[in-house]
């Protein structure tokens, strides 16, 4: 079974000004589809021999795979700023557990953003719930996604994903997206469980 590309929840220009529809039908058409299209090629050639360039091909596996399973969670914890998800009350139980962890929410975006300004290269910063560890902020690298715990929302650190806005302003991006996060996705996602937060994934696989 091949996988495929999830369509998006919204129209590509339905989270400006805070994210260009430029950058939208780029980054999904263009982006998504590539690590889709490379995760076809790299699981056709495993399955054809499995023991032929092994290493290249799970890796190329791996980061493709990573790269579609974090950009599929990331179109879903986004909203356009007019819609009600994309308030903090749409998320209130969330909210109260990120208050009580970092002592606010301004306290919270500014530990996020902080963790979003310092991550080198490219990569990703999510905030996850762990069972036992409970609320963390954490980053990946690359396209490596969450492998324990659930992802309750994700932010997209590459340069695809603001360069052609944002120029170097990563800054602007990182307090820009606040905007658009979709908070009711996030409610849903931390009071559920991980296999809960990879439902829709599953769908385009």
Same mark, same amino acid.
């Given at each position: 079974?091949a996988?495929?590309?999830?369509?998006?929840?919204?129209a590509?220009?339905?989270?400006?000004?805070?994210?260009?529809?430029?950058?939208?039908?780029?980054?999904?058409?263009?982006?998504?589809q590539?690590?889709?299209?490379?995760?076809?090629?790299?699981?056709?050639?495993?399955n054809?021999?499995?023991?032929?360039?092994?290493?290249?091909?799970? #890796? /190329?596996? $791996?980061?493709?795979?990573? *790269?579609?399973?974090?950009?599929?969670?990331f &179109?879903?914890?986004?909203?356009?700023? +007019?819609?009600?998800?994309a308030?903090?009350?749409?998320?209130p139980?969330?909210v109260?557990?990120?208050?009580?962890?970092?002592?606010g929410l301004?306290k919270?975006? #500014? /530990?996020? $953003?902080?963790?979003?300004? *310092?991550?080198?290269?490219?990569g990703?910063? &999510?905030?996850?719930?762990?069972?036992? +560890?409970?609320?963390?902020?954490?980053?990946?690298?690359?396209?490596?996604p969450?492998?324990?715990?659930?992802?309750?929302f994700?932010?997209?650190?590459?340069e695809? #994903?603001?360069?052609?806005?944002?120029?170097? *302003?990563?800054?602007?991006?990182?307090e820009?997206?606040?905007?658009?996060?979709n908070?009711?996705?996030?409610?849903?996602r931390?009071?559920?469980s991980?296999?809960?937060a990879?439902?829709?994934?599953k769908?385009?696989?």
């Open positions: 079974m996988y495929t590309l999830p369509p998006l929840p919204y590509y220009n339905a989270l400006e000004p805070h994210i260009s529809a430029q950058i939208m039908e780029l980054h999904h058409s263009k982006h998504h590539t690590y889709v299209t490379n995760l076809n090629k790299a699981t056709e050639a495993y054809a021999n499995p023991l032929q360039n092994r290493i290249a091909v799970l #890796a /190329a596996i $791996n980061f493709n795979g990573g *790269g579609h399973i974090n950009h599929s969670l &179109w879903e914890n986004l909203t356009p700023a +007019t819609s009600p998800a308030k903090p009350d749409s998320a139980k969330l109260a557990e990120i208050t009580k962890i970092w002592g301004d919270f975006k #500014a /530990a996020f $953003n902080a963790s979003l300004l *310092g991550i080198t290269g490219s990703w910063g &999510w905030l996850v719930k762990d069972e036992t +560890t409970g609320l963390s902020i954490v980053t990946t690298k690359d396209q490596d969450v492998t324990k715990g659930v992802p309750v994700g932010v997209d650190m590459w695809h #994903a603001y360069y052609l806005q944002y120029l170097n *302003g990563k800054a602007a991006y990182v820009n997206i606040w905007n658009v996060i908070w009711k996705t996030a409610e849903d931390f009071l559920g991980r296999e809960d990879f439902k829709a994934l769908a385009a696989l």
